[in-house]
């Protein structure tokens, strides 16, 4: 045979492998929509699994079971009725209807028991043995319904006694406060006493009423710009005593220091005796009563001139100007007091000095203090120990500044001081007429609406611009109202026990009372005989 050529054989070949190669294409391309068939069926029903995976970890997390969950369930119906009921009994303990607040506690419990039962025997409540419960619970939680012991009403019962304890707070704050106040004035038995008795000897005993011999001796100290001057205004004995023994013991020179001490006419005699009958280290004591200043009087000073204004009468020693609305600290009459207002006359209360060093009676001096004497005040003439270390002490805290007077005036952030330990220059005092500013400022304040109170508003306006800050060191403050720093305690030169909590009351504060009293002399006789212990 013969054998075809071989251009007839190749066509054949050709047409089989194109058949070949479509058919695998067509069986491939099928087998991939079959896999992506069967990826995207299975897909579609994870989401179905984690939901009931979430649902089953929520079912352990809250330890409840599938028959709670169904629409029927009567052990979920009486654990909704014990919760409402739970909260009933609160409200009806609060409307005082105890009675109903204990059928309540009683059906709790039974309910509480039948769920119980029904945990133990692993089985659900059937209706039969719950319906009389529920029967029972549904009616009482309908009465408490009808009784208005609803949501809406107990918001409301609660606001009101919100409304009431507040105000029973602020009554008692107010009455706290008001007594606190009285108790800060009260002059305690012991120092009564001790001012009679005092009283008694100077008039007694006639050798303490003759001038010393040494007279010009003293009246040379008391001029002398080389020793250290200092100044207390007080109508307390002991309190100015504890000044004058604190600063002579830990003075290095105490022969060098000289204290001018005024009071009233009231209390001279016997502070005259007090320093009349003891030593202090050598130092030297003038005591001086304020009644002898004839220049104090009500043309000259504005403090003594509003004494005679009827409404300003009737402010601080009635109340009944603004029928009692004012707190009692803003009333008090010793902010009207001269020996208050001293402080703003020194230069006329000892002409012949250059500088001083002003002390409140309320003290305890612990270092030396001479070296307050060579303290440059650049050109100021107060030098105190500022307290803006927080923002309450700063100006705006002390004074209106809705006022313009005030506004216009003072930047309300300018730093706050402190009376009470106090280094002023009386030769730039007088040349800058610092007294006339303080007259001016307490004009301006006759109807009380520049400040409210005290001797520190007049004061921060009279020296604005005119304070020196010291040390902190110098003046520690707040001994008499708050906690203080132990290590700020132990390098405080002055010691101040400002507040209503002063070291010679029973309401002192305990801890610091010691710091106080150990320049107290308790085994002096006339102490022990007005019982000082």
Known sequence: MRRRAADFR???????????WLTLCGLAVLLLILVLSRESGPGSRPPMSKRAYRQERIMEGLNITDEMLSPNS??????????????????????????????????????????????????????????TAIRDMALLLYQAQQLHYDSATMIMRLKAKIQSLEEQMNSVSEKSSKYGQIAAEEVPKGLYCLGLRLTNEWFKNVNLQRKPRDRKHMEMKLKDNSLYHFCVFSDNILATS????????????????????????????????????????????????????????????????????SDTKNYYFSGNLDNGQTPIKFRNPKYLSMLNHLRFYIPEVFPALKKVVFLDDDVVVRKDLSDLFSIDLNGNVNGAVETCMETFHRYH????????????????????????????????????????????????????????????PPGLLTFYGLTEALDPNWHVLGLGYTNVDSQTLEKGAVLHFNGNSKPWLKIGMEKYKALWEKYVDYTHPLLQQCNFH
């Open 242 to 309: 504890v000044v004058i023994n604190s600063t002579a013991t830990n003075s290095k020179y105490p022969d060098k220091v000289v204290f001018h001490v005024v009071t009233d006419e009231v209390n001279y005699p016997p502070m005259k005796a007090w320093f009349s009958l003891n030593s202090f280290k050598g130092v030297t004591v003038e005591v001086q009563k304020i009644e002898n200043f004839s220049w104090l009087n009500a043309s000259y000073v504005p403090v003594l001139k509003q004494l005679q204004d």
């Open 397 to 456: 805290k002390y004074l209106n500044y809705s006022h313009p007077l005030i506004r216009s005036h003072f930047d309300p952030d300018a730093c706050g001081w402190a009376f009470g330990m106090n280094v002023f220059d009386l030769v730039e005092w007088r040349k800058r007429n610092v007294t006339g500013i303080y007259h001016y400022w307490q004009e301006k304040n006759v109807d009380r609406t520049l400040w409210k109170l005290g001797t520190l």
């Open 74 to 131: 009567v052990t979920r119906q009486l654990s909704d009725q014990i919760s409402l009921a739970k909260a009933f009994v609160v409200i009806a303990k609060e409307s005082n209807n105890l009675q109903f607040a204990w059928e309540l506690s009683a059906q709790i419990r039974n309910s509480q028991i039948l769920l119980s039962n029904a945990a133990i025997r692993r089985t659900p409540l059937t209706i039969r043995e719950s319906e």
């Open 10 to 20: 190749r066509p054949v070949r050709r047409r089989f492998s194109n058949v070949f």
